[in-house]
T-cell receptor
Framework: GAVVSQHPSRVICKSGTSVKIECRSLDFQATTMFWYRQFPKKSLMLMAT?????????EQGVEKDKFLINHASLTLSTLTVTSAHPEDSSFYIC????????????FGPGTRLTVT | AQSVSQHNHHVILSEAASLELGCNYSYGGTVNLFWYVQYPGQHLQLLLKYFSGDPLVKGIKGFEAEFIKSKFSFNLRKPSVQWSDTAEYFCAVRRDYGQNFVFGPGTRLSVLP
């Protein structure tokens, strides 16, 4: 099946710094990518929908100035957590939608962010 | 708002026992239904999906699910579980091909050897 990668897989940063997470679709083009956040022992919560070449659509309650999303190409979307705080520590998962297979979504392996 | 519920938070079974995990959704229109599995330390993997046609769907690793439209349900089943099935299972619903996924809260399955 299609492969989606994320980098880094784990990152530890200090409070107040910014962290960038990359999401790549490796063998297909994705005009739409999604960013989710998964709290411990909880389900995935959609944060935003990222569309190639346009602004991301954020879910209610998600701060767009804190979680910057850029979808510059058909295979890459980035999530930047700005001025990170300990409460931003979480597991961030991206998915990419493959238009060639009835809009199936493929998930990345996730990025564990720890803010100290 | 559309919601997805999963009946059990944590299920504990012995090997060879039969499994059924419940999933119900609230949206009344056409939906696409999915079950994903997340093994410890790994990413989400698609077990099976239903778009249309035969409501009994067979997936990977011996899993199957049945879509019952009248009950708004999409329960996951496996006749005989293995220790390696220990994982978190998520039901997900999508209203149509273009909409986002809504995930259920997940059910943790622990299979005792």
């Amino acid at each position: 099946g299609a492969v989606v990668s994320q980098h880094p897989s784990r990152v530890i940063c200090k409070s107040g710094t910014s962290v960038k997470i990359e999401c790549r679709s490796l063998d297909f083009q994705a005009t739409t990518m999604f960013w989710y956040r998964q709290f411990p022992k909880k389900s995935l919560m959609l944060m935003a929908t990222s569309n190639e070449g346009s602004k991301a659509t954020y879910e209610q309650g998600v701060e767009k100035d804190k979680f910057l999303i850029n979808h510059a190409s058909l295979t890459l979307s980035t999530l930047t957590v700005t001025s990170a705080h300990p409460e931003d520590s979480s597991f961030y998962i991206c998915s990419a939608r493959d238009l060639g297979t009835t809009y199936e979504q493929y998930f990345g392996p996730g990025t564990r962010l720890t803010v100290t | 708002a559309q919601s997805v519920s999963q009946h059990n938070h944590h299920v504990i079974l012995s090997e060879a026992a039969s499994l059924e995990l419940g999933c119900n959704y609230s949206y009344g229109g056409t939906v696409n239904l999915f079950w994903y599995v997340q093994y410890p330390g790994q990413h989400l993997q698609l077990l099976l999906k239903y778009f249309s046609g035969d409501p009994l769907v067979k997936g990977i690793k011996g899993f199957e699910a049945e879509f019952i439209k009248s009950k708004f349900s999409f329960n996951l089943r496996k006749p005989s579980v293995q220790w390696s099935d220990t994982a978190e299972y998520f039901c997900a619903v999508r209203r149509d091909y273009g909409q986002n996924f809504v995930f259920g809260p997940g059910t943790r399955l622990s299979v005792l050897p």
